[in-house]
């Protein structure tokens, strides 16, 4: 076994000894822990729950794909069955829940445009103030008083956060006295200035995470101007280069993959690494789901998809450009832990929500940061987890599955090619 621990490069190689009992281990303990084993060509692969990596041959398992006993008490030795404890809190907050786009499928969205334009209802529209920010950042001192955390990470959220820079800009100003570590903010682009970028990235913003649709046509047909129509390709891809130049800024591409945008990856890919600088920009793929807004996603987890999944993320790696590591099963920092322990989604009017898929929702509200969380006992059906929320066709098993073939062949290449 070869072992990479979290907290350092390189880990001494393990070995199981000879004279290890040949009985696997239950795998109650290693599962609870969030870990994950996924079977490469030629070796297994597990995922500790601290993001550490390790490479298993298959005489370290069972032949039920369980781990020999030898196996787990080396990686139990190296850490890697360990979860650290959460080092910053993690704020979420929405800027602004209006948005410039009207995606069909966005999960703030209360329904479809009945006259098949670009304008789908909306959750209420709100904006940050410096009053609510001066109510969240009392509260946040109080949340991380009651973690033992001293410091502070900002995801800058909306609808559109850009929609509403003046709150973007006096939220991480002010952060910096809390405890503010990092921020990173989610927003379609179109709003991105350079000017606006060197503000941001000069008050603690490190990364900014914008979704394409495919390459140009497809994007230009699904994420469309709300008020006035019209495609946004050209404008975000300009924007970004724009902000590149001005300031530090590191780019997350989430590559939607659904029915309407899977056939136009290959060439989204030659046109990013081509118009940006490939060294700043990483990348994941991620299919559109069904929230119960009238969207439908046709395409299934099948081995052909799972097949494009891995020549995309190959095809990227070669363009230099970056891509997502698989990681263990870990809870959220802010919806996989009650009454915001370590984290906290706050709606810009200052309500609280267990997870961004529900903030500004109404009737999902589980508090308020003037008043604290509600009692459990009225949260308790409104408490709702990371996609949570998504309507699939397909059981936990098949989509399980998928993922462990599509990350299993990420960490096969990127072994192959040194990158590891």
Same mark, same amino acid.
């Given at each position: 076994?070869?072992?990479?621990?979290?907290?350092?490069?390189?880990?001494?190689? /393990?070995?199981?000894?000879?004279?290890?009992?040949?009985?696997?281990?239950?795998?109650?303990?290693?599962?609870?822990?969030?870990? +994950?084993?996924?079977?490469?060509?030629?070796?297994?692969?597990?995922?500790?729950?601290?993001?550490?990596?390790?490479?298993?041959?298959?005489?370290?398992?069972?032949?039920?794909?369980?781990?020999?006993?030898?196996?787990?008490?080396?990686?139990?030795?190296?850490?890697?069955?360990?979860?650290?404890?959460?080092?910053?809190?993690?704020?979420?907050?929405?800027?602004?829940?209006?948005?410039?786009?009207?995606?069909?499928?966005?999960?703030?969205?209360?329904?479809?445009?009945?006259?098949?334009?670009?304008?789908?209802?909306?959750?209420?529209?709100?904006?940050?103030?410096?009053?609510?920010?001066?109510?969240?950042?009392?509260?946040?001192?109080?949340?991380?008083?009651?973690?033992?955390?001293?410091?502070?990470?900002?995801?800058?959220?909306?609808?559109?956060?850009?929609?509403?820079?003046?709150?973007?800009?006096?939220?991480?100003? +002010?952060?910096?006295?809390?405890?503010?570590?990092?921020?990173?903010?989610?927003?379609?682009?179109?709003?991105?200035?350079?000017?606006?970028?060197?503000?941001?990235?000069?008050?603690?913003?490190? /990364?900014?995470?914008?979704?394409?649709?495919?390459?140009?046509?497809?994007?230009?047909?699904?994420?469309?101007?709300?008020?006035?129509?019209?495609?946004?390709?050209?404008?975000?891809?300009?924007?970004?280069?724009?902000?590149?130049? /001005?300031?530090?800024?590191?780019?997350?591409?989430?590559?939607?993959?659904?029915?309407?945008?899977?056939?136009?990856?290959?060439?989204?890919?030659?046109?990013?690494?081509?118009?940006?600088?490939?060294?700043?920009?990483?990348?994941?793929?991620?299919?559109?789901?069904?929230?119960?807004?009238?969207?439908?996603?046709?395409?299934?987890?099948?081995? &052909?998809?799972?097949?494009?999944?891995?020549?995309?993320?190959?095809?990227?790696?070669?363009?230099?450009?970056?891509?997502?590591?698989?990681?263990?099963?870990?809870?959220?920092?802010?919806?996989?832990?009650?009454?915001?322990?370590?984290?906290?989604?706050?709606?810009?009017?200052?309500?609280?929500?267990?997870?961004?898929?529900?903030?500004?929702?109404?009737?999902?509200?589980?508090?308020?940061?003037?008043?604290?969380?509600?009692?459990?006992?009225?949260?308790?059906?409104?408490?709702?987890?990371?996609?949570?929320?998504?309507?699939?066709?397909?059981?936990?098993?098949?989509?399980?599955?998928?993922?462990?073939?599509? &990350?299993?062949?990420?960490?096969?290449?990127?072994?192959?090619?040194?990158?590891?």
């Amino acid at each position: 076994m070869s072992a990479t621990s979290p907290t350092s490069p390189t880990s001494p190689t /393990s070995q199981t000894s000879p004279t290890s009992p040949a009985t696997p281990t239950s795998p109650t303990s290693v599962a609870a822990s969030g870990a +994950r084993l996924l079977k490469g060509e030629r070796n297994w692969w597990f995922l500790g729950p601290g993001g550490g990596l390790a490479r298993l041959r298959p005489s370290q398992l069972a032949e039920d794909g369980t781990l020999r006993p030898g196996t787990e008490r080396s990686l139990r030795e190296h850490g890697l069955l360990t979860a650290p404890a959460p080092r910053n809190y993690a704020l979420t907050v929405l800027t602004s829940t209006h948005c410039n786009l009207g995606c069909g499928y966005c999960f703030q969205n209360t329904g479809q445009d009945s006259g098949g334009g670009s304008r789908p209802p909306r959750i209420a529209r709100k904006r940050l103030t410096s009053r609510t920010i001066t109510e969240i950042l009392d509260f946040t001192d109080r949340q991380m008083a009651a973690a033992e955390l001293a410091k502070l990470r900002i995801l800058l959220f909306g609808g559109e956060p850009l929609l509403n820079p003046r709150g973007c800009l006096e939220l991480l100003e +002010r952060a910096a006295d809390h405890g503010l570590a990092s921020a990173w903010m989610i927003s379609n682009a179109t709003l991105l200035t350079p000017a606006l970028a060197t503000g941001l990235a000069d008050r603690g913003l490190r /990364s900014v995470q914008v979704t394409f649709d495919g390459d140009r046509p497809d994007h230009d047909r699904i994420r469309i101007r709300r008020a006035e129509g019209g495609g946004t390709f050209d404008t975000i891809v300009g924007n970004l280069a724009r902000a590149s130049e /001005s300031s530090p800024l590191r780019w997350m591409f989430r590559v939607n993959v659904s029915q309407e945008t899977y056939r136009g990856v290959d060439s989204l890919l030659d046109r990013l690494a081509g118009a940006l600088d490939p060294a700043r920009c990483t990348l994941y793929f991620a299919q559109v789901g069904d929230v119960g807004v009238g969207y439908g996603n046709d395409l299934r987890h099948t081995s &052909d998809l799972s097949a494009r999944f891995t020549r995309w993320q190959r095809r990227a790696l070669d363009l230099g450009l970056g891509v997502t590591r698989p990681q263990a099963r870990r809870p959220c920092a802010t919806c996989g832990h009650g009454d915001g322990r370590y984290g906290a989604v706050v709606s810009a009017d200052g309500t609280l929500a267990s997870c961004w898929e529900t903030a500004g929702k109404p009737d999902w509200e589980v508090g308020t940061v003037a008043g604290g969380y509600l009692p459990g006992t009225l949260t308790r059906d409104r408490w709702v987890g990371c996609e949570d929320l998504y309507r699939r066709d397909e059981d936990r098993r098949t989509l399980a599955a998928f993922h462990d073939s599509v &990350d299993a062949a990420l960490l096969d290449y990127l072994d192959e090619t040194g990158r590891l």
